[in-house]
């Protein structure tokens, strides 16, 4: 499937601290950022450039800078993918911003959507929607439909920690998003938590 595990050793280092049960917020916080830049500058890695003719105070040079006249759309699942966004906007601080409020309904785990709002020019963006867990999948698959009513130029999704089933309903619905994550765990309990997975990230970051 289209899955990319970015094994980059600080990124494996920064998830494990992120797990720990003892972790305290304001750390959770900082390791999210921490970790997101760096996650951010591995998907970045394909990005073109073009070449520009440029002047140093002492000679003229054509010099490399990113081919798209537009600038990239990061959209932040609420609340908890505020957390990457945060990270991602420190690596690339032009980058436009989307958000998407979904909550999961606690019985059914059905995701009920309650904000939705994009940059007007989406249709000519690469958009990247960030969210630390891929649990069940359901909330995933519903950002992603939503979203592409609207026609946006590319869609990659980037979550931290991912669990088989919840990638393999991703993909079933969305088999033409390449799917980004430092983790994917053993599995989902009987509530929808990934196991072992670091607990409910939106609690962990907020309190
Ligand atoms: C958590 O649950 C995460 O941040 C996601 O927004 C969601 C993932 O659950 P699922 O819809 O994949 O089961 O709040």
Request: glycine letters at 6%; one cysteine or more.
């Given at each position: ?49 073009r ?35 945060d ?46 867990m ?18 946006p ?11 088989p ?37 939106g ?5």
């Amino acid at each position: 499937p289209n899955v990319t595990i970015i094994e980059h050793p600080l990124v494996q280092h920064k998830l494990t601290l992120m797990r720990r049960e003892q972790t305290s917020t304001a750390k959770f916080r900082q390791l999210l950022r921490e970790i997101s830049m760096l996650l951010a500058y591995e998907i970045t890695r394909d990005l073109p450039l073009r070449k520009e003719l440029i002047q140093t105070p002492l000679a003229a040079m054509e010099a490399p800078i990113l081919a798209s006249e537009k600038k990239m759309v990061i959209v932040s699942i609420m609340r908890a993918g505020q957390g990457i966004l945060d990270g991602i906007l420190e690596l690339i601080p032009s980058a436009r911003v989307g958000h998407i409020g979904l909550y999961r309904d606690p019985r059914t785990f059905i995701p009920i959507e309650y904000y939705f709002k994009l940059p007007d020019d989406i249709e000519e963006r690469e958009v990247l929607v960030v969210d630390p867990m891929i649990a069940t999948g359901n909330t995933a698959i519903a950002a992603i439909q939503r979203l592409k009513q609207t026609n946006p130029f590319s869609v990659k999704f980037l979550c931290l920690i991912a669990s088989p089933e919840g990638i393999k309903n991703f993909h079933s619905y969305h088999p033409d998003v390449p799917l980004y994550t430092a983790a994917i765990d053993d599995h989902l309990d009987k509530h929808g938590y990934i196991i072992p997975g670091l607990g409910d990230a939106g609690d962990r970051l907020f309190g």
